[in-house]
């Protein structure tokens, strides 16, 4: 847990957290110490001896002096430290996921940043605010007590001793359990927590295949689940918290039960059997709290460790010093290979390179690899083998803020923030002035869906965009890119095939954006494909063939074969060889 704590508040606060555990452990030694003295005081005043207990009395007073000064230290740094997670935690989870591989995002690693995020974090406030204190005093006061009573009595020391080997394995035992029916129960939540989503998400294709009423099964199935699973927790976790409590009790009968036996053997006095029977009440007491919060322990444990997991991912290797574009509006691959799993290349032996300020159209069958082309080229995945060199550096020695400088990105599913229109353009360049966004607007085709809004261009869009149709979303996005400006765009045509009159504008875009820009298009329509400077076939994840329309046509290759077929069908996406026979 504490190399969790560690992790999670980051190598700034590590000397705060040491400095804060040094205090917590100094704290619980001197309560036990403060506990040990009782038993003189005890002793000399049950038998008369006043100086003796005034002594130790005075003894006393200075343990307890320092416990508490002890105390008000821990209490206070674990305050601080509990601040700094409340006030900085949601910050550092932020920088850091922005800074992982985009193959980190999966739905399920998505739900659990979620529930880590808020759940997590107020669990790591929790831990310095209400369990480290009881758990390490529970642990470090008893043990404490243990060596002064070896002191005292060494044995009903001995029985002490002896007693932890069995509340350690009790304790172990009982949080073993509960962490694993905590960690199924997590697994349940987090399914049933990404079920709703999807039910909710998928509203529209549940109710076209009327399955809006009859309700929907995953999501019932996984509600069910997260209910067994609170079930199973609850039965497995409370006999086993008995036992870690009755365990806790057996070793104090025991120590009852040795003491009176001494007594009866006259091996000590009666007054000093109660007074050590007061010290081993100190004893049993911090451990039953202890035992008491292991279900609690194993849970915030499980939190801080799918926390400290998060941050525990590598982030996308960042050069040590960025390198400098030399081709400005350039794109190579030499030899690119590349899965997503890579036992299973998407992309294989890829070459390919893309002069500044011309326009090249990638086509081919679905899943043939044309978007992982454009993710390799913006760096969300690292090649296997090869290089992808933008602006002639290797995307690897940019650095992520470089290589967002050279490259826009206009993709088939576009994101658009719940702010206004104009905020939504404006992220493309901050600090672009109103006629810059105005212009940019006014090429992407925005300006005719801003005159039609109520509040214009400070409408908000809602999550997503989803106040606006797709291809409004599309054009959107292209403002975006224009206003941005960046040497190199990448776009993918596939949402331009909407009406005339979105075509209309993204074609228009696209000629302005070649003016001043390199472009590498996911092409659907034909003016692109023909307009291209080059196109790039890709079959399998191999370029199959390259040239311009002209050239594709002479080759009477696998692109003239689509381009003979599509003059006797409507559509004209390129199929595999495969779906081909
Ligand atoms: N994030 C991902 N994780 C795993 N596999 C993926 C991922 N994205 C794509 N793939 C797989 O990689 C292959 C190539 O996908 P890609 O999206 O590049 O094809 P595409 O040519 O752009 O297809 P489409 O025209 O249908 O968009 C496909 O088999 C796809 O299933």
Redesign the pocket.
């Known amino acids: 847990m504490i190399r969790h704590l560690a992790t999670i508040l980051g190598p700034q606060h590590r000397g705060a957290l040491r400095s804060y555990l040094a205090w917590l452990v100094g704290y619980a030694v001197l309560e036990g110490l403060a506990m040990a003295f009782l038993v003189p005081v005890l002793g000399a005043v049950l038998s008369g001896d006043t100086g003796a207990a005034w002594r130790w009395l005075g003894a006393l007073a200075v343990a307890v002096l320092a416990t508490c000064v002890a105390r008000y230290q821990q209490a206070m740094q674990g305050f601080r430290l509990a601040l700094v997670t409340l006030g900085t935690l949601h910050r550092r989870l932020g920088d850091h996921v922005a800074s992982l591989p985009?193959?980190w995002f999966s739905s399920e690693k998505v739900g659990r940043l979620s529930r880590s995020a808020t759940g997590g974090t107020f669990m790591v406030t929790n831990v310095f605010a209400h369990l480290l204190t009881p758990v390490v005093s529970g642990v470090v006061t008893p043990a404490t007590v243990a060596v002064a009573m070896l002191v005292l009595d060494w044995r009903l020391g001995l029985v002490m001793v002896l007693a932890a080997p069995l509340l350690y394995l009790t304790h172990r035992w009982s949080a073993h359990w509960i962490g694993r029916s905590e960690q199924q129960r997590d697994a349940a939540d987090a399914l049933a927590g990404n079920r709703v989503v999807e039910f909710a998400r998928n509203q529209q294709t549940l109710r076209a295949f009327g399955r809006g009423a009859e309700g929907y099964a995953p999501l019932e199935e996984a509600i069910d689940g997260r209910g067994r699973a609170a079930g199973r927790m609850l039965t497995e976790t409370m006999p086993r918290l008995l036992a870690s409590g009755l365990a806790v009790q057996l070793s104090f009968a025991a120590l009852v039960a040795v003491g009176v036996a001494l007594v009866l053997g006259s091996a000590i006095e009666p007054v000093t059997l109660v007074a050590l029977l007061a010290l081993a009440a100190r004893f049993v007491g911090p451990l039953t709290e202890v035992a008491g919060l292991s279900g609690m322990v194993r849970m915030a444990g499980n939190d801080l460790r799918r926390l400290a997991e998060i941050f525990d991912e590598e982030p996308l290797a960042e050069p040590a010093a960025a390198a400098e574009v030399t081709r400005p509006g350039e794109i190579e691959f030499d030899a690119v290979r590349f899965?997503?799993?890579p036992a299973n290349p998407?992309l294989r032996d890829v070459s390919l390179r893309v002069p500044p300020r011309t326009m090249t159209a990638v086509v081919?069958?679905?899943?043939?690899?044309?978007?992982?082309?454009t993710?390799l080229i913006m760096r969300f995945f690292d090649v296997d083998s090869g290089v992808v060199r933008v602006g002639g550096a290797d995307v690897r020695e940019l650095g992520t803020a470089g290589l967002a400088e050279q490259v826009s990105l206009v993709m088939?599913d576009v994101y658009l923030f719940d702010d206004t229109l104009e905020a939504n353009i404006r992220i493309g360049r901050p600090a672009a002035t109103d006629e810059e966004l105005r212009e940019a607007a006014r090429l992407a085709g925005v300006h005719e869906i801003v005159e039609r809004l109520p509040q214009g261009w400070a409408t908000p869009v809602g999550e997503g965009g989803a106040s606006l149709s797709g291809g409004e979303r599309q054009r959107v996005s292209v403002a975006r890119a224009v206003l941005k400006g960046a040497p190199i765009v990448l776009l993918?045509e596939?949402t331009a095939a909407l009406d005339p009159e979105n075509e209309r504008y993204v074609q228009d875009a696209l000629r302005s954006l070649m003016r001043t820009s390199t472009l590498v298009v996911?092409a659907h329509k034909l003016p692109t494909v023909v307009a291209a400077d080059q196109i790039l076939v890709?079959d399998d994840?191999r370029i199959a063939e390259r040239g311009t329309h002209e050239e594709l046509l002479a080759a009477d290759g696998r692109y003239a074969e689509f381009w003979n077929r599509r003059t006797r069908s409507r559509g004209w996406?390129l199929v595999s060889a495969e779906q081909d026979r």
Request: glycine share 24%; net charge positive; no cysteine.
């Open positions: 985009l193959g899965g997503y799993d998407v081919g069958a679905s899943g043939s690899g044309k978007t992982t082309i993710r088939q993918d596939a996911i890709l994840g996406r």
